[in-house]
Structure formats: C-alpha cells, structure tokens
Antibody
Framework: QVQLQESGPGLVKPSETLSLTCTVS??????????WSWIRQPPGKRLEWIGYIFYTGTTNYNPSLKSRVSISVDTSKSQFSLNLSSVTAADTAVYYC????????????????WGQGNLVTVSS | QSVLTQPPSASGTPGQRVSISCSGS????????VNWYQQLPGTAPKLLMYRNSQRPSGVPDRFSGSKSGTSASLAISGLQSEDEADYFC???????????FGGGTKLSVL
C-alpha cells in the first residue's frame, strides 16, 4: 500500500521560507514510473500544482511560483521536499504531496496517491 | 493561468443520476486526457477517473466519465449519500507545461 506523509511546520512568518517534507512508503522514489509532486489548496480555492521532481533530480515548476520554489529528493530516505521562499499570506494553504503517473512524452496522467495534507498558515 | 471551469454546486436525490461538467480549452482538455478527483470533507483528494473514462480499482461503476472537444463530464448514477463530496477535474495544460484543476463542484445528496 503506497502512502505519502507530509511533515513540517504549520506556521511560517511572512518573508521566510516554507519547508515541507514528504515521506513515501510502499513505493520507492527511485521508481522510474512516477513524478513526485507538490500541490496546494488555499482556503476555499482551487487546487494549484506547485511542481514535481523525478528521481534523477529533474524538476518542473509552475511558472507562477518558479522564482520562489525548489523541490529536492533524498532517495536514501525515500523523501522529497518543498522549499517556498519569501512567503506571504497568499501562500496560506493546505499543502499536499502526491505521486503522479506520466506518459512517455512526460505529460502527467493523474495523481494517484496523495498525502493527507499539511495546513500551512503564513502569519506573524 | 489556464484553468478549468466547473459549476460550483450540483445536487440530486438518492438513486438519481447527476452529471458534473468541466470546460477547458484547446491547450488542456482539447489536447490531453481528463481526470477527476473526489474530496470528502477534511480529506485529501482521491483519484476517481483517469484518461477521461478509466476507473481506478475500487471505484464503483456508478461513476463514469466522458470527454468531447474541450469539455468533459463526470456522471454518477444511483446516487448515494456517501457520494456527497467535492469533485474536481484536472488535465495537463500545454501552455502551462503542467496540470491545471477545475474549481470544484460541491455535490449535495438531498
């Protein structure tokens, strides 16, 4: 059974960096069949894709966040992490990590396993 | 940023059939497959449909999906109280070079 679990602080101060880690069990982040992704959902708003990483370290980020986002992978711990810098209140959201299947052309098919979500509030 | 458009709400009575629409553009639904997620209150989204009409293992065949042009729809037949949830559509967007989501439809079972 594949499981993903987010961990990290629930409160971050404005202008600081939001850091979250996702621990994967029941699968390996070095599986060549999936991207490891971050998605967020601000209160009352739609889901927003943040970015994803392949086990090789190749990344793809949402252009609207690209200047502030970094996703990394630690294959030894079966974890991948999100850093979002210079946060503001607009970054308050539930942050999900998810596994993404993709086509041979690299297009994400779907997100088939999700973590339970980590609410991050940006406030002083 | 490209987005997908869904009605904010839908409703039906037990046993009825309801349909939820998802409208996009040539850069997303028009060029790529659609998937649907069900989100029960306070929980993470669950994959409900992928590649327009494929159900993951464990999803009842009461749920069906279709796509035509730049629109897609999710149909639920034999509506049950446990179907009360938010439903989101999603698709890859070629302009964004990433996935986009609909705003979600809150389904109420009256």
């Amino acid at each position: 059974q594949v499981q993903l679990q987010e961990s990290g602080p629930g409160l971050v101060k404005p202008s600081e960096t939001l850091s979250l880690t996702c621990t994967v069990s029941g699968d390996s982040v070095i599986s060549g069949n999936y991207y490891w992704s971050w998605i967020r959902q601000p209160p009352g708003k739609r889901l927003e894709w943040i970015g994803y990483i392949f086990y090789t370290g190749t990344t793809n980020y949402n252009p609207s966040l690209k200047s502030r986002v970094s996703i990394s992978v630690d294959t030894s711990k079966s974890q991948f992490s999100l850093n979002l810098s210079s946060v503001t209140a607009a970054d308050t959201a539930v942050y999900y990590c998810a596994r993404a299947g993709f086509t041979i052309s690299g297009v994400v098919h779907y997100f088939d396993y999700w973590g339970q979500g980590n609410l991050v509030t940006v406030s002083s | 940023q490209s987005v997908l458009t869904q009605p904010p709400s839908a409703s039906g009575t037990p046993g009825q059939r309801v349909s939820i629409s998802c409208s996009g553009s040539t850069s997303n639904i028009g060029s790529n497959t659609v998937n649907w997620y069900q989100q029960l209150p306070g929980t993470a989204p669950k994959l409900l449909m992928y590649r327009n009409s494929q159900r993951p293992s464990g999803v009842p065949d009461r749920f069906s999906g279709s796509k035509s042009g730049t629109s897609a729809s999710l149909a639920i037949s034999g509506l049950q109280s446990e179907d009360e949830a938010d439903y989101f559509c999603a698709a890859w967007d070629d302009s964004l070079n990433g996935p986009v989501f609909g705003g979600g439809t809150k389904l109420s079972v009256l």
